[in-house]
């Protein structure tokens, strides 16, 4: 069965750091687009990072360029979101995604066929 787990969410306050880890069942996503999305309580999901297969490129929302970062391991089955510099518009539950093989980068969740359970990330002022 294929699955993604996410792991790494919690509670912080603004300013601070937290690293989402989103590990998956086996080696199927090597040739995928992974990405991360969110969704805070009475909104869309939204598109948050990504990282292509080939050629290797990484890809964010304006609203966390420069704060967040995508990294992915094939060797390990695990794809990566380091949140810096953390604020309360951060705040949501974080999804892990991943295409089917060979497709590019998509930033409407509907690009993405398997998804994991999510993740809340809080952040409080």
Known sequence: QVRL???GGGLVQA??????????????????TMAWFRQA???????????????????YADSVKGRFAVSRDNA???????????????????????????????YSPTGYTYWGQGTQVTVSS
Do not use: I
Not at 15 to 32: H, K
Not at 41 to 59: D, I, L, M, N, S
Not at 81 to 104: E, F, H, I, W
């Open 41 to 59: 309580p009475g909104k869309e999901r939204q598109f948050v990072g990504a990282v292509t297969w080939r050629p290797r490129g990484t890809y």
């Open 5 to 7: 787990v996410e792991s």
């Open 76 to 106: 390990e089955n695990t794809f990566d979101l380091q949140m810096n510099s953390l604020k309360p518009d951060d705040t949501a539950v974080y999804y892990c995604a991943a295409t089917r093989p060979g497709l590019g980068v998509m």
């Open 15 to 32: 300013g601070s750091s937290l690293r989402l880890s989103c590990a998956t069942s086996n080696a199927t996503f090597t040739r995928s």
